[in-house]
């Protein structure tokens, strides 16, 4: 592998680093919530459950036979913000709201407030380990094997497929391994107000209201990181995300005070 395929050491750093986070924090934060007592292990699973359902096995599965489609590749071509909306924003939206509206229905005797953080925190954090976290794990052994001069017929892949991936190694700042954690957490936090959402519109019989408001807030958040990050830069799209996540969480905290209204919450 020629010199300029080789990854910088402050870019291994901050791969390795960011995986780490990635793992290590949520770990955590679910072991201090145990000890706390702060989460419950049923709902704590089907969060998981719901975003693994709705993302690796069905959407992602979905998009990834769909890329393959010269029509749809020539639409996202030509129509970048229609595709960020509908593709990046609303079919997310569709899929994971509905997985958690789902949950939230078949969880009868586990939708206290305790419960629908439980979920939030499952859901969010399943994401944060399969998507986020792997690509971090998949980036930092790619970047070891570039530096040690490994090539693509000794990977059995296309001379094209391991060029791009050194291209993109190389070409990206180490910050912005940094940027992809703090982009996390604001997804936990859209995760954690959604599901309180949905559990709250499931406890108060309005499903369809809440799913629909869900799944719009969800378009939102996914169309606003991608148009920000094309047209404005990266910052622009992770303050944008961040204002958005602070003002649905407020707005979702004032739900619990009467969030379970036939029964007593003292899960505080």
Known sequence: MSAEYVVSESTLLAIGLSAAVLFLVPVGILVFLAVKKRITLVP??????????????????????????AAFQQFVAEHFILYAVLVGGLSAGLFEETARLVGATLLKKHRSWKDACSFGWGHGFCEVFLITG?????????AVMLNSGVTAEMLGIPAETLQAVALQLTAVSPWMFGVSVIERVFAVI??????LLIFWGVNHRKRLATWGIAVGCHTLFNALGVIFSAYLGILAAEVAMAAMVVVMLVLVLRLRKDFFPNQTDNDT
């Open 44 to 69: 704590l699973l089907a969060g998981f459950l719901s975003f693994f359902v709705s993302q690796p096995l069905t959407r992602l599965v979905l998009l990834s036979i769909l890329g393959q489609v």
């Open 134 to 142: 792997m690509a971090q794990v998949n980036n930092l052994i790619f």
């Open 190 to 195: 859209y995760h954690l107000s959604a599901t």
